[in-house]
């Protein structure tokens, strides 16, 4: 059996889309704070690591479960979920016209194993009006979005380009995944059974 250990319904569609069906959702209820003293990349895949092991108490033998986080970094400072409207709206004026990173660490668990990787996409916003900040807000869509936007929804216009994985920005690199699993012994290219 395959546990998501996330209740991110972007997660999940991205994990239908990889043709994996079949699959438990089991949100991780641990909260890791972010460990400024570790590089980037180490920080969120410590975060994810740890949901996985929050998943994984509770999973059955040979289960794989299969964690995730994403951060947004500006100058070097982790972007959270923000804490409501005002905060949502003071992170896209200081995203405005900038280029900033998007961190998505990945954990696959399968018994005693461990496997986790990270993938940085780079994301530039256009440059935003307060009256374009106002709407977006106002639309409640990155109230629950690190960074405070979506780049798979409405977010998508404040987007100038990106350079790297774009799932990867959604909340999920599904390319680096499908390998995590094939070293967890689940292979995502070999055809379904068929009943």
């Given at each position: 059996m395959i546990v998501?250990?996330?209740?991110?319904?972007?997660?999940?569609?991205l994990l239908?889309?990889?043709g994996i069906r079949d699959f438990t959702v089991r949100p991780?209820?641990?909260?890791?704070?972010?460990?400024?003293?570790?590089?980037?990349?180490?920080?969120?895949?410590k975060i994810a690591l740890m949901k996985?092991?929050?998943?994984?108490?509770?999973?059955?033998?040979?289960?794989?479960v299969i964690a995730a986080d994403t951060l947004v970094f500006l100058d070097g400072r982790p972007l959270g979920k923000p804490a409501g409207e005002a905060e949502a709206?003071?992170?896209?004026?200081?995203l405005s016209g900038r280029e900033h990173r998007v961190i998505t660490a990945v954990a696959v668990l399968r018994d005693r194993a461990e496997y986790v990787?990270?993938?940085?996409?780079?994301?530039?916003?256009?440059?935003?009006?307060?009256?374009?900040?106002?709407w977006y807000v106002a639309t409640g869509e990155p109230l629950d979005k690190a960074g405070a936007y979506g780049i798979q929804g409405l977010g998508g216009l404040l987007i100038q380009g990106i350079r790297g994985d774009y799932y990867n920005v959604v909340g999920l690199p599904v390319a680096a995944l499908a390998e995590l699993l094939a070293k967890a012994g689940y292979d995502v290219f070999s055809p379904p059974e068929r009943t």
């Open positions: 998501l250990a996330s209740g991110s319904p972007r997660r999940r569609e239908e889309n990889m991780s209820a641990h909260e890791e704070p972010f460990d400024g003293t570790l590089p980037d990349t180490r920080a969120v895949e996985g092991r929050d998943a994984a108490r509770s999973a059955g033998e040979g289960d794989i709206a003071q992170m896209l004026r200081v990787t990270s993938v940085v996409t780079r994301v530039r916003f256009r440059p935003l009006s307060e009256r374009e900040i106002g």
